[in-house]
C-alpha cells in the first residue's frame, strides 16, 4: 500500500539543551524582523532538578490544522506533504488563527508609524509560499525555500544534539521509538502531546 | 513654554527600562505569550481553543447573516404591512436633546457607522477578497473603536438617570410599544421607552465590554496579574476575548439596525429630534406619553418650546 508522506518536526526534550541554534539559525536565515522568532526554545521548571527540560516548538503542522478552518480569508494552505502554509497577501491579520492555535505559532510584526499589527508570520518549514518558487517576492515574504532546494529545514540543520528532527511522520517516528528503546523505557508521548492530540 | 516641559514629557516617556544590575543587559521579560505558559498552556487548548474553533468554523458567519437578512426583512415587512407612525410636526415643538447631547450622540453614531461595516467586510473577509481592503476594513474598526471609545462614558452618564428601568416599561414590553397596530394611542414611556433603554444598555455596557475584548486582541499581549488568579492562560483570555466580541457582536448589530429603521423609518420625522433636537408636541404625546405629562404637569412645556 502506497502511503503518503507528511512532513512532521518533532524535538526531543531529553536531548535539547537551549542552545537556542534553532532560533538564531530560523531567524538569520529567512531574515526575520526582530520580534519575530518563528522557532522558540522554552525551558520549562527551570531550577528545579529532575523536572527541568527544554523543548524547541515552532508550528507543527498539524493535520487538520485549525488555523486553516478559523481563518476568514482562507488564506491558508496544506500541502500534499502536510505542510501548512499561508497567502501573506491575502492574509488581513485577524489573529484568528493565534486563537486557534494550540502551540501559539502565528505571530504578528508590528510595523508602521502607530505599530499596527501587521499580516501573520508563522514557520513554513523552510518550504517558502505561493509566490514563485526561489522569487525574491518568496524570500522577502516567507524566507528561504530550503525544501524546494533538497535541503533540510534551518533549524533541524543546525540542531547540534539532533534533538530536532525533521521529516515525514513514519521516518521521524521511527528515530522516536528507537530512542526510547534505546533508553529502556517504552514509548515516551512528548510532553502536552498526550492532550493536544488526543 | 517652560510649564508645557511636564506635560511633552508624558508623551515623550517610553516607559520603564528595568536594570537588573548596572552595567548588566535590560531585563526584558519578553512576551508572555512566549514563555514556558506557552508549552504549559498546550493541554489548555481543550478549554477554549477547541470552542473557539467549533464556534468560528460552525456558527459565527451563519448566525452574522441570519441577523443581517431576518432583521431587515422583519422590517421590511412591517413597513409593508403595519406601515411606520406619521405624526403631525405643526404646532409646538419641544427641546428633548440639547446640543451637547447630540454631539456626544452622533460621535458615537459615526464610531458606530464605521465599525459595524468594517466588522462584517471582517468576518466575510473571504467575499472580499482579504489582502489590502480588509486590512485597511481592519483599521477603520480601530479607529470607529476610537471614536465610539471617547462618546460612550459621557453617553452612558448623559443619559443613566432617565434609561433606569420602571414600571410602565412592562406594559410598553406587553403591548411592544404599539409598533404592531396602526392605532394611534398613548404609549406608556417617559423620555426613553423601554425599546430605547434596551439598545442603551446593550451599546453602552455592550459597547464597553467590546472596548476591552477589542483592546485584548488588539494588543495580544499583555501581562496583567489577574492571569494568575484566574488561573488562566494569556491565550485562553484572548480566546475569551475573540469568542466573547463575536458574540455580542451578533446582539449589537441586531439592535443597532432597528434603531436605525425606528429612527429613519418606522417613525417619519423621529431623526429629526437627534439634528435639531426638537420633538413634536403630536408625537411626544402618543409616544412619550409620561415624559409628557410630566412636562405639562411641572410647566417645562413654555420653557422647552421657546429653545425650539
Known amino acids: ?198 | 513654554m517652560k510649564k508645557l516641559l511636564p506635560l511633552i514629557g508624558i508623551f515623550a516617556f517610553a516607559g520603564n527600562v528595568h536594570l537588573a544590575e548596572p552595567n548588566l543587559a535590560p531585563v526584558n521579560k519578553g512576551s508572555t505569550l512566549i514563555s514556558p505558559q506557552m508549552i504549559e498552556a498546550i493541554p489548555a487548548w481543550r478549554n477554549y481553543g477547541e470552542l473557539f474553533l467549533y464556534l468560528q468554523t460552525h456558527w459565527v458567519k451563519l448566525l452574522f447573516l441570519i441577523i443581517l437578512i431576518a432583521v431587515p426583512t422583519v422590517f421590511l415587512l412591517h413597513y409593508l404591512i403595519i406601515g411606520p407612525k406619521k405624526f403631525s410636526h405643526e404646532g409646538r415643538k419641544f427641546l428633548v436633546f440639547p446640543s451637547w447631547q447630540r454631539i456626544i450622540h452622533w460621535i458615537a453614531a459615526l464610531g458606530f457607522v464605521l465599525i459595524i461595516p468594517t466588522g462584517i467586510m471582517i468576518i466575510y473577509a473571504k467575499l472580499f477578497g482579504g489582502g489590502t481592503p480588509v486590512r485597511f476594513a481592519r483599521y477603520l474598526h480601530d479607529i470607529g473603536a476610537v471614536l465610539f471609545g471617547i462618546a460612550v462614558i459621557p453617553m452612558f452618564l448623559m443619559w443613566l438617570k432617565e434609561m433606569l428601568p420602571r414600571l410602565w416599561d412592562i406594559k410598553w414590553f406587553m403591548i411592544l410599544g404599539g409598533y404592531l397596530s396602526k392605532e394611534k394611542k398613548e404609549i406608556p414611556a417617559a423620555k426613553f421607552n423601554a425599546g430605547q433603554k434596551m439598545w442603551y444598555w446593550i451599546a453602552t455596557l455592550g459597547g464597553i465590554v467590546m472596548i476591552i475584548t477589542g483592546a485584548m486582541m488588539y494588543f495580544q499581549d499583555f501581562d496583567i496579574a489577574l492571569l494568575n488568579s484566574l488561573n488562566l492562560y494569556q491565550i485562553d483570555l484572548l480566546r475569551l476575548a475573540v469568542i466573547t466580541h463575536l458574540f455580542l457582536a451578533m446582539l449589537i448589530v441586531a439592535f443597532f439596525l432597528t434603531h436605525v429603521y425606528m429612527s429613519v423609518f418606522a417613525i417619519k420625522g423621529s431623526l429629526d429630534s437627534m439634528i435639531d433636537g426638537c420633538k413634536s408636541e403630536d408625537e411626544l404625546k402618543y409616544l412619550h406619553s409620561v415624559f409628557y405629562k410630566k412636562i405639562i404637569k411641572e410647566g417645562k412645556d413654555k420653557e422647552l418650546a421657546e429653545k425650539c
Open chain 1, 1 to 198: 500500500m502506497y502511503e503518503y508522506a507528511r512532513m512532521k518536526f518533532y524535538c526531543d526534550e531529553y536531548r535539547c539543551i537551549e542552545c537556542n541554534a534553532c532560533t538564531v539559525a530560523c531567524a538569520e536565515a529567512h531574515e526575520l524582523p526582530v520580534g519575530i522568532h518563528r522557532r522558540k526554545v522554552i525551558t520549562l521548571n527551570e531550577g528545579i532538578e529532575g523536572k527541568e527540560f527544554s523543548t524547541s516548538i515552532a508550528c507543527m503542522h498539524c493535520t487538520d490544522a485549525p488555523c486553516a478552518q478559523v481563518c476568514p480569508v482562507d488564506c491558508f494552505y496544506i500541502r500534499e506533504d502536510g505542510i501548512v502554509l499561508h497567502d501573506k497577501d491575502k492574509c488581513i491579520g485577524c489573529g484568528y488563527c493565534l486563537y486557534a492555535c494550540p502551540f501559539g505559532a502565528p505571530q504578528f510584526p508590528r510595523d508602521g508609524a502607530f505599530g499596527v499589527r501587521g499580516v501573520m508570520d508563522k514557520c513554513t518549514m523552510c518550504a517558502g509560499g505561493p509566490a514563485p518558487t526561489n522569487s525574491i517576492e518568496e524570500f522577502e515574504l516567507y524566507g528561504q525555500n530550503r525544501i524546494a532546494e533538497g535541503k533540510v529545514p534551518m533549524c533541524a540543520a543546525v540542531c547540534s544534539t539532533n534533538a530536532l528532527i525533521v521529516g515525514d511522520a513514519d521516518s521521524v517516528a521511527e528515530i522516536k521509538r528507537a530512542r526510547d528503546a534505546a533508553k529502556g523505557k517504552g514509548p515516551m508521548t512528548p510532553y502536552g502531546w498526550d492532550v493536544a492530540y488526543k
